[in-house]
């Protein structure tokens, strides 16, 4: 069983960046994405990213603003958050092992982090 951890939410001003980090432990993934779910809403495909290929894609959403990237060691992945707003806000959630369905799709998934709140006002 892959074990995932989110770290880096916190509370920003509309315009701000945050940087979302997590890591992995167990069997190494293949494919590492990022949700988010504000309250009362659907849990959402943010961005995904393949460790093997280098392949990243986002939810139009959040194009040009976000970047997801990997260390060296392939064992973390980023989420940088650029020029935020409060729609952004959520609790951000890392997942791997998708087994079936889109990567923007949280059903596939099987393995999942804890989620790191992101709250962004004025």
């Known amino acids: 069983e892959d074990q995932l951890v989110e770290t880096g939410g916190g509370s920003v001003q509309p315009g701000g960046s945050l940087r979302l980090s997590c890591t992995a432990s167990?069997?190494?993934?293949?494919?590492i994405a990022w949700f988010r779910q504000a309250p009362g809403k659907e849990r959402e495909g943010v961005a995904g990213?393949?460790?093997?290929?280098?392949?990243?894609y986002y939810t139009d959403s959040v194009k040009g603003r976000f970047t997801i990237s990997r260390d060296n060691a392939k064992s973390t992945v980023y989420l940088q958050m650029n020029s935020l707003k409060p729609e952004d806000s959520a609790v951000y959630f890392c997942?791997?092992?998708?087994?079936?369905?889109?990567?923007?799709?949280?059903?596939?998934?099987?393995?999942w982090g804890q989620g790191t709140l992101v709250t962004v006002s004025s």
């Open positions: 167990g069997s190494t993934v293949n494919w």
């Open positions: 990213t393949s460790i093997n290929g280098g392949v990243s």
């Open positions: 997942a791997a092992d998708l087994r079936e369905g889109y990567w923007y799709l949280p059903d596939g998934y099987q393995a």
